[in-house]
């Protein structure tokens, strides 16, 4: 994030929509790489550029992928649950990586909530829809399709 120290945010994805939301929360860049792998050639140059990668999806695909664009010593910050994976451990040890997991971001939370509550970070545009609980099937159907939604808020 900005509030790391990061000059650089390079987000991807697979759909537009939160390709769009990145871009407006001030992303440098947001590549559909199901639209363009190549696009993410520049980075993968020599052994990679990348200090730190956070993998928010689970999937082996993309978490294979950002190997290529890390530089040795990176850390790869897995935080997608995927289930079993297959990881090129050459790819690993060759480059010194290190690979973290995380769950839940309890330390984080109290951070988030400041940084939100002092009006320094803005998350309404991760919300693209607000239902009413009676409701509630059809925020989850919403919920689901990626094409359309990122985060749907369900008021009681």
Same mark, same amino acid.
């Given at each position: 994030?900005? #509030? ?10 697979? +759909?537009? +929509?939160? $390709? +769009?939301?990145?871009?407006? $929360? ?5 590549? /559909? ?10 980075? %993968?140059?020599?052994?990679?550029? #990348?200090?730190? $990668? #956070?993998?928010?999806?689970? /999937? ?15 850390? &790869?910050?897995? &935080?997608? $649950? ?7 451990? /050459? ?5 010194? &990586? ?10 984080? #939370?109290?951070?988030?909530? %400041? ?19 009676? /409701?509630?099937?059809? +925020? ?5 399709? %990626? ?6 808020? &369900?008021?009681?």
């Amino acid at each position: 994030s900005r #509030f790391g120290g990061a000059a650089e945010i390079v987000v991807t994805d697979v +759909a537009d +929509a939160p $390709l +769009a939301v990145a871009k407006k $929360l001030g992303a440098t860049h947001a590549i /559909n790489v199901a639209a363009d792998a190549a696009a993410l050639d520049p980075w %993968r140059a020599g052994k990679g550029v #990348f200090d730190t $990668l #956070f993998e928010a999806s689970g /999937n082996q695909a993309a978490l294979r992928a950002a190997l290529d664009v890390l530089r040795p010593g990176a850390t &790869l910050v897995q &935080l997608g $649950l995927g289930g079993e994976m297959t990881l090129p451990i /050459n790819s690993i040890v060759a480059k010194e &990586l290190q690979l973290r997991g995380t769950f839940r971001f309890d330390p984080e #939370f109290e951070l988030a909530v %400041r940084l939100m509550g002092e009006g320094l970070i803005d998350v309404k545009p991760l919300i693209t829809a607000t239902m009413p609980f009676e /409701n509630a099937i059809a +925020a989850f159907e919403l919920a689901s399709d %990626r094409s359309q939604s990122m985060k749907v808020q &369900l008021t009681f």
